[in-house]
T-cell receptor, first 114, second 109 residues
Framework: ETGVTQTPRHLVMGMTNKKSLKCEQHLGHNAMYWYKQSAKKPLELMFVYNFKEQTENNSVPSRFSPECPNSSHLFLHLHTLQPEDSALYLC?????????????FGPGTRLTVL | GQNIDQPTEMTATEGAIVQINCTYQTSGFNGLFWYQQHAGEAPTFLSYNVLDGLEEKGRFSSFLSRSKGYSYLLLKELQMKDSASYLCAVRDSNYQLIWGAGTKLIIKP
């Protein structure tokens, strides 16, 4: 399944580093999402973009900064992260951001903050 | 608050049947999703229920009772490849997806 791709698949960074996660969808969808998945916890929605406009920011710390240059690409810029930010970061897309649209996920980036 | 409950872990035998339950308390209801997630991989869509009743897709079926705030995913003729986590998610009145923590299903030979 290559509908939604994410790079890198694994990332180890120190607390003072700056890095970016990339997501690309090849499904012609208009909405894209960032989720955080921690062990044994529900998926946490971080950001939603619909037609390149951010429509949701669920009280995410400013050390996470999203960017959506077009409806096919989504970035998550990371800086001065904390060890508790270590998790699987999942990108998803859907035809629209509301309604009955199903979300399709990428494989995720496994982030470890040292 | 909004809440989705599902068992943390279940074990079943290859060739058998297993039922994974999901109960929810949400502000409104606009559909329930089941996803499968193998370790280290993307969650993949399995089923969507918005009306009461049973939806069947091959070896997998999903049931919904809106009055009881309850759903289950039924897996028949279990195969080793069915070992995965199964995520239940409910779309609330604001069309926000509320996720459960997932049920890890272990299949034994």
């Amino acid at each position: 399944e290559t509908g939604v791709t994410q790079t890198p698949r694994h990332l180890v960074m120190g607390m003072t580093n700056k890095k970016s996660l990339k997501c690309e969808q090849h499904l012609g969808h208009n909405a894209m999402y960032w989720y955080k998945q921690s062990a044994k916890k529900p998926l946490e929605l971080m950001f939603v973009y619909n037609f390149k406009e951010q429509t949701e920011n669920n009280s995410v710390p400013s050390r996470f900064s999203p960017e959506c240059p077009n409806s096919s690409h989504l970035f998550l810029h990371l800086h001065t992260l904390q060890p508790e930010d270590s998790a699987l970061y999942l990108c998803a897309s859907s035809q629209g951001a509301v309604g009955t649209d199903t979300q399709y996920f990428g494989p995720g980036t496994r982030l470890t903050v040292l | 608050g909004q809440n989705i409950d599902q068992p943390t872990e279940m074990t079943a035998t290859e060739g058998a049947i297993v039922q994974i339950n999901c109960t929810y308390q949400t502000s409104g209801f606009n559909g329930l999703f089941w996803y499968q997630q193998h370790a280290g991989e993307a969650p993949t869509f399995l089923s969507y229920n918005v009306l009461d009743g049973l939806e069947e897709k091959g070896r997998f079926s999903s049931f919904l009772s809106r009055s009881k705030g309850y759903s289950y995913l039924l897996l028949k003729e279990l195969q080793m490849k069915d070992s995965a986590s199964y995520l239940c998610a409910v779309r609330d009145s604001n069309y926000q997806l509320i996720w459960g923590a997932g049920t890890k299903l272990i299949i034994k030979p």
